[in-house]
Nanobody, 119 residues
Framework: QVQLVESGGGLVQAGGSLRLSCAAS????????IGWYRQAPGKQREVVVE???????KYGDSVNGRFTMSRDNAKNMAYLQMNSLKPEDTAVYYC?????????????WGEGTQVTVSS
């Protein structure tokens, strides 16, 4: 089993910044792809950014140029630096990872962290 725990959410004014963290824990696993998703009230969950198993980073159109994802493989951590935040960025942000345990690949989600951007 692998757990993903997000942190760093909160309330910020438009134009401000936040940094989200995702900590992966468990035993005998390796992370392949990892990414951030978000879900606003009444809307479907959407991809914010993904880093593939090959290291390719893809950002959603609405955050490209404002958000930056990084990962620390040694610490099993991922980060999302969010700058120039807008009210429309308000959502619950989820960390997602595709994880190898032995020969099998599994998909895991964190419970999410709320980001609220006031105008």
């Amino acid at each position: 089993q692998v757990q993903l725990v997000e942190s760093g959410g909160g309330l910020v004014q438009a134009g401000g910044s936040l940094r989200l963290s995702c900590a992966a824990s468990g035993s005998a696993f390796s992370i392949k792809g990892i990414g951030w998703y978000r879900q606003a009230p009444g809307k479907q969950r959407e991809v914010v950014v993904e880093i593939s198993a090959y290291g390719t980073t893809k950002y959603g159109d609405s955050v490209n140029g404002r958000f930056t994802m990084s990962r620390d493989n040694a610490k099993n951590m991922a980060y999302l630096q969010m700058n120039s935040l807008k009210p429309e960025d308000t959502a619950v942000y989820y960390c997602h990872a595709n994880v190898m345990i032995g020969r099998f690949e599994y998909s895991y989600w964190g419970e999410g962290t709320q980001v609220t951007v006031s105008s």
